[in-house]
């Protein structure tokens, strides 16, 4: 097999065996902290046959193991089980709340990548000239902010001081696409300020690195311009290390999605996550706690796997 | 020496902070749950940063929530650097399998992002004070045992390691009086990021209605309380939010200061 191939699907490999085991921690890990798991969904007033009701119907008198298995298949084959709360099936109720996450986090991505990319590129032109210092000291502030005081920051200067969004994120079935990207307006500037600070930084440094070989000495010696020196010659390299902080910063989204989503009341994965750990309904918290799991580490997987393919030294072997 | 404006900025506000917090009892006008104005007044004399959505003195609980908040995460982040640097050392010096073993799982940990477990532990256990530094605490020592462990690597292999080996030292004494002492800087100026980190986190779950709870308070907590507020364009709400922030940034700019004065002491560029 070739050397790149071989790498690759080791990496697979030791995605898939994480997300297994990831399972496993999610699932019999949450039996193993201390206290009855019947006792604290259902808290301290609750009657002895209550807890012999939901321990009957979580399937908690069976073996932890046959649980897990069955657990497992279920997810393999689509059927998330059903929810505590309103018996509602979890996979349906996820359906619609995925894409919407998605849409979400997809829309910050298209803004946040190139923007990360072009500014961390002048950074790196002008470094410590003042558009690098202007860039740095606002990318400092940022990446100090959690979500959620970023998101209130935004909220109150563009639904207060300059009144052009609504506050709440209202997406429904029947909108246009516009419609939709009007609505999630505040959220997406929320998310594109949280993760642009720490790429724009990795690339900057990134460029920097390169900017120190010899080849770009000659490429200066040769007579060409600074910015041609760094989008010709600097930037094709510094490619690799590049991407793979994007996908890193990718799967950060992911989380950022869960509390911005709580602040805009956008109706979608994380908030269903947050609304149901309050309900102490286990089923989707775990459900929807493996598919976060899982995106986060097919996404980190990605940033390899990228690396892999992009090291010239992998693909050209003696 | 001399300390840089950015740095003197950063150890004025932090120190500003820490004493706010330790002595929030004698400081504060008002008890933490005193609904003792209308709701929304203004800045006046009695209540100097006005009144929350329920008529509470905001500059009262923002003392408290100092205090909750400085103190939450100051006890998970040392937690979690005690036991992160702790087992961190012991890798680096032992290695063989207990390295293997303890590197691994904190691989595991550390592919899912904290949150995500932190709230699938707080739907089975509640959130009392212990329980959340216990959280944090532990999901964050797994950075700290990655930057010690590859620290403490590092000077594993110096000649005085060795020669403490081959006198015949134990290995609690090479990991406390041979690495520790020369380790101590870069861990300082994490210890620093770590303590944001946790500032950060429990401000995240009080703000999701998970952590910190009724009737104490931290600064998450009143964001979420009065977000309504926020909404109404009362201008007093985002005041927690700035107490977040202008905490974050004061102690990276101690830590920076740290870090590039470990780093120049290292010998610079060259090294």
């Known amino acids: 097999m070739h050397p790149v191939l071989k790498l690759v699907v080791q990496r697979i490999a030791l995605g898939l065996v994480l997300l297994l085991i990831i399972s496993v921690v999610i699932f019999l890990g949450v039996e193993a902290l201390p206290g009855d798991t019947a006792q604290a969904i259902l808290g301290q007033s609750a009657t002895p046959q209550a807890l012999e009701n939901l321990r009957a119907e979580m399937g908690l008198d069976q073996p932890a193991l046959t649980r897990y298995f069955h657990w497992l298949g279920g997810i393999l084959t689509g059927d998330l089980g059903t929810a505590l709360t309103n018996k509602a099936d979890i996979a349906k109720s996820i ?58 920051f935004v909220i109150f200067f563009l639904t207060q001081v300059f009144p052009i969004f609504q506050p709440v994120s209202l997406v429904l079935p029947g909108m246009g696409f516009w419609e939709k990207l009007h609505a999630i307006a505040l959220p997406v500037i929320v998310l594109v300020m949280v993760v642009l600070a720490h790429m724009m930084r990795m690339t900057r440094a990134a460029i920097l690195n390169v900017m120190q070989s010899a080849y770009i000495e000659t490429a200066e010696l040769k007579g060409l311009t600074p910015m041609q020196v760094v989008w010709r010659h600097a930037f094709p390299n510094a490619i690799a290390p590049v991407v793979s902080v994007v996908m890193l910063n990718l799967a950060y989204l992911v989380v950022g999605v869960v509390v911005v989503e709580v602040v805009f009341s956008y ?28 995106v986060y580490i097919f996404l980190n997987m990605a940033a390899d796997i990228i690396g892999i393919l992009s090291n010239p030294r992998l693909r050209h072997p003696k | 020496m001399r300390i840089p404006i950015s740095a003197l900025i950063g150890l004025t506000l932090t120190g500003m902070f820490l004493f706010v917090a330790i002595f929030a009892q004698w400081l504060a006008p008002y008890a933490v749950g005193d609904s003792s104005g209308a709701q929304w007044e203004g800045m006046s004399a009695t209540h100097w940063l006005g009144t929350d959505t329920i008529g509470r003195d905001i500059l009262s609980r923002l003392i408290f929530g100092a205090q909750i908040t400085i103190f939450v995460a100051l006890a998970s982040s040392i937690l979690s650097f005690s036991l992160g640097a702790f087992l961190g ?49 532990l999901l964050d020592s797994t950075r700290v045992f990655r930057l010690s462990r590859a620290v403490a690597a590092d000077i594993a292999v110096m000649d005085y390691v060795e020669a403490a080996r081959l006198r015949g030292e134990k290995g609690t004494w090479v990991i406390f009086r041979e690495i520790l002492p020369n380790a101590l800087s870069p861990l300082v100026a994490e210890f620093g990021l770590r303590f944001i980190f946790a500032v950060l986190f429990i401000s995240t779950l009080s703000f999701l209605g998970l952590g910190i709870q009724p009737p104490l308070t931290d600064w998450g907590g009143m964001l979420q309380e009065n977000k309504i507020g926020i909404t109404q364009g009362k201008s007093a709400a985002l005041l927690p939010a700035f107490a977040i922030l202008s905490l974050a940034i004061s102690v990276n700019l101690v830590a920076d200061w740290i870090l590039t004065r470990t780093s120049s002491l290292k010998g610079g560029r060259g090294g």
Not at chain 2, 96 to 125: H, K, N
């Open chain 1, 95 to 152: 359906g619609s709340k995925l894409g919407n996450t998605l849409f979400l986090a997809g829309s910050a991505a298209v803004i946040a990548v190139p923007l990360a990319i072009l500014l961390g590129t002048i950074a790196a032109r002008y470094a410590g000239r003042w558009p690098d210092k202007l860039i740095s000291a606002i990318t400092l502030t940022t990446i100090s902010l959690p979500e959620f005081v970023a998101a209130y």
């Open chain 1, 267 to 294: 109706n979608a994965l994380g908030k269903y996550l947050v609304d149901h750990v309050t309900k102490r309904d286990l089923p989707v918290v775990q459900a929807v706690g493996l598919i976060f799991a899982a």
């Open chain 2, 89 to 137: 050392f012991t890798a680096a010096v032992q290695g063989g399998w207990i390295d293997q073993g303890l590197s691994r799982l904190v691989d595991l940990v550390m592919a899912v992002p904290s949150l995500i477990i932190a709230l699938v532990v707080l739907t089975i256990m509640s959130p009392n004070l212990i329980v959340l530094i216990l959280i944090m605490g």
